[in-house]
């Protein structure tokens, strides 16, 4: 890999995380949690950005290439990873067995999310929000998934226009989200994806000690609360709704006791494997 290739990637990338800074500077802490990483497309089995909840990896030309086409806008790119990491969501993946659910589920929690930080106008997103949420209210990502279960089930939607909607939410790839304790490299992609089925995977992802991590984006969680509630109150907030985008970062801490409950269930089952 050419040095002159990886200097200016990494000036991009921080480029557009301090432009995320500057205009979003109640998620500051949140957007340096992550270590960012630029590799080539060979050590990322073919996909361009994703995120282990640990760190953000990005394919060094895939991204000089997006920045100065102008086609995607790399300082999103990045926002909408860190945003999944501090609503949890590569932590409670192994819960779902349906891993195109949950990815799709958590891509329209994030859009939703960035809509009030900076409302867009894509009526192609805007079309799939207002089809799975009825409501102005943020929901979670959880929540998303049960109605897309109940929506598939009850043919409202078709296998067929899942794939659509998830190609077209999809901005980063979750693969590293299902890997034994989210490791990179190697063709691990799921293949055993099952629809309709909720069960708890006893993946060894779920295993890894992500405590130490998840109480770091728990405090990320309650900064930004804190900083957003001060924005609010000076006037300083440009997005929509912050009443409810305040909400959905208080939730933030019950969604880390469901999962720490998860953890002690998984726990448990391990040891009577053992003394069996």
């Known amino acids: 890999m050419n040095k002159k290739t990886k200097l200016y990637a990494k000036q991009i990338f921080e480029m557009s ?66 945003l999944h990491c501090l609503y949890l969501h590569p932590y409670f993946a192994p819960q779902y067995m349906d891993h195109e659910l949950w990815d799709m589920a958590c891509d329209l929690f994030i859009w939703d999310i960035m809509d009030h930080l900076e409302p867009y106008d894509d009526p192609s997103v805007r079309k799939v ?34 794939d659509q909607m998830r190609t077209l939410l999809k901005v980063d790839d979750h693969v590293l989200w299902y ?42 969680a309650d900064r930004a609360t804190v900083g957003l509630e001060s924005a609010m109150n000076g006037g300083r907030y440009q997005g929509r709704d912050p009443g409810n985008l305040i909400e959905s970062l208080k939730g933030i801490r019950r969604e880390q006791v469901s999962y720490d409950d998860f953890l002690r269930k998984f726990a448990a089952v391990e040891e009577r494997m053992m003394v069996d």
Do not use: C
């Not at 990896?57 to 300082?75: A, C, M, V």
């Not at 089809?131 to 078709?158: C, N, P, V, W």
């Open 17 to 82: 995380r301090d432009s995320l800074v500057m205009k979003h500077h109640f998620l500051s802490y949140a957007l340096y949690a992550l270590e960012a990483k630029g590799l080539h497309d060979t050590e990322l089995d073919g996909f361009r950005y994703a995120t282990d909840g640990m760190h953000y990896y990005y394919d060094e030309p895939g991204l000089i290439e997006d920045f100065l086409s102008g086609k995607r806008d790399t300082s999103n790119i990045y926002l909408h990873s860190v």
């Open 129 to 162: 929000l207002d089809q799975t949420k009825q409501t102005d209210m943020i929901i979670s990502a959880q929540s998303f998934y049960s109605r897309l279960r109940l929506m598939r089930l009850e043919g409202f939607i078709k296998d067929d226009e899942i």
């Open 179 to 220: 890997m034994p304790n989210g490791n990179k490299g190697g063709n691990h992609r799921s293949s055993g994806s099952q629809p309709g089925r909720d069960d708890q995977s006893s993946s060894s992802y779920v295993a890894g000690n992500f405590t130490s991590m998840m109480k770091k984006w728990q405090n990320a």
